[in-house]
């Protein structure tokens, strides 16, 4: 049964207002309309002194057993001593004959008066299970949709405000308490909640670790807020287990209840993600909160239509080794050129892929771009090595190592001149599914840079498990190094750990030509940075090459 047919049988069953007024004169009129019928058709003999069960029935139903016997008292009076057996020979009733009928007429009343009760008692409990949660015994969406249509909606010069609490690493504190337990905490958050804003609003669980405070006025808000983090704390006491637990609050204003509570739901997950992400604890939405949420969106939505059009292209930062001056590899790096919101920087869209599926194709073009042209400058003479860069997820497609190993032979390319360059974060996922893979790629001959050293997730742990080639260190330290004691102390530490570890060593983001010098005297192997060039087309890359790279200057 959907919640409309439940909806429809409840009005059905438990008329109010006008309603009730039609159906007490509906019942009067089978009545009279019985008596009548039982009269003019010739008096009690014939089978129409039945139809007096029609409005016993329909009044037990309505008006419970009380409605049903009062019904079946007048049905008993009207179809009693005072109509006739037969009308036209004018035969009196046997008095034993319009008892026993009126005692059938009650039994019916009564009947179905207790059968209506179990019914609307069972619908009632299925209405109440479908708008509460089972949990926690607050209202669900469900519920809080159906509160907010019928106790906010109409007042409109109420400003209602919303209030979004999410628990924080759902499934780390899933991984300590069983099922039952987190019923528990669960619970215990609701109860502190009920106390807090019970007179204030309405409470509901809009799933696991998810509830929402829809507060009657906007003045309260933060107090109500500031109350909740008082009483709820961080640390809940399970079964004699501590736990902590951290608990973000985004907030939406309403200023018209006319809108759907749907998007103002919508806004306040969005805040509470906001505020998760920013470690804010509370978080008010905003309105570029929903714009850069489109944006992203749009984003992911034209990514894959992109994916090898002329929209995305490869652009190639030269590495230069400091020694000699000399441009031996390159760090193939995307640029796209979206029609309508121009120059997205790749820090912005690969993330987003990264999200979704899309990191592999994506992946699998960048390495199809850069082998082709890597061949075409090998056809010219240029003998150089170029770096692309993975994400964790191309960790997971098995299918990119085989594209890898065609797409050399395709179009002829040592692997030595292939250079993956792979992020700390993505080992710190699942270190030895990565490093099995890095084997296979080193066993072909491919070559591992660890990039962004130094920041992230660091452990020198990745220099022993994983087969490098090149250490990259992050720029944050080149930039630094030379203001900055400490920064110079990492770098030259690096580099003399990435000789230890028989690594060659590139320092990325040289940006002035002190920086240069003071690298080289560092014995670093390779400079990458704006100093020397920033990433070109491919079409620039071999007239740079012949005339502004350092070794032709
Ligand atoms: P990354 O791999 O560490 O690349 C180096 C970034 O530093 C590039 O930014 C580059 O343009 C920038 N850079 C180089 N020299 C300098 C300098 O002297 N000063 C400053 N301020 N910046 C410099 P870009 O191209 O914006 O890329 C950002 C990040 O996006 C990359 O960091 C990489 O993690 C990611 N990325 C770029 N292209 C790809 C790709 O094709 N695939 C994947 N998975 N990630 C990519
Ligand atoms: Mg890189
Ligand atoms: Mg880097």
Known sequence: MNQNTGKVIQNFLNPKGVRKLIALTLIFGLLMVSSFLVYTMGGTKLAYVHGFYIPIIISGIIFSVPGGLITAFFASLLSGPIMPFDVALEIA????????????????????????KII?????????????????????????????????????????????????????????????????????????LKNVAKDLGVIATLEAGTFALLLYGSKKVKETIAKCRHELGNVFTINNIPVFVNIFYGIAEIHNTRESIIDFLHRGRIAADKAIRNNSEIAFFEVEDETQLLRNAKIVHDLSTAIASPELKLFYQPQIKLETGRVERLEALVRWQHPELGMIPPSEFIPLAEGTLLINPFTKWVLDQTLSQLASWREKGCDLCVS??????????????????????KYKIPAQKLEIEVTETAFAANLHQVADVLHTLREMGVRIAI???????????????LPLDVVKIDQVFIRNML?????EAIVRSAILLGHELKLEVVAEGVQSEAEFRKLRDLRCDYGQGFYFAEPMASDFISSWLLKESPQSR
């Open 93 to 116: 009733q046997p008095s034993q004959s319009w008892m026993l009928r009126s005692l059938f007429f009650f039994m019916v009343g009564g009947l179905s008066g207790i059968g209506a």
């Open 120 to 192: 609307k008692a069972y619908l009632q409990d299925l209405e109440n299970r479908l708008i509460t949660d089972s949990v926690t015994q607050l209202l669900n969406s469900r519920g809080l949709i159906e509160e907010w249509h019928q106790n906010f909606m109409p007042k409109q010069d109420m400003k209602p405000s919303l209030v979004i609490l999410r628990i924080h690493e759902l499934s780390s504190i899933e991984a300590i308490l069983n099922p039952d337990e987190m019923d528990q905490l669960f619970n215990n958050v609701a109860r502190v």
């Open 388 to 409: 692309i860069n993975f994400s964790m997820k191309n960790f997971y497609d098995s299918t990119i190592f085989d594209l890898i190993h065609q797409s050399l032979q």
């Open 451 to 465: 990039d962004d050293f130094g920041t992230g997730q660091s452990s020198l742990h990745y220099l022993l498990e």
């Open 483 to 487: 203001e900055n004691p400490d920064a």
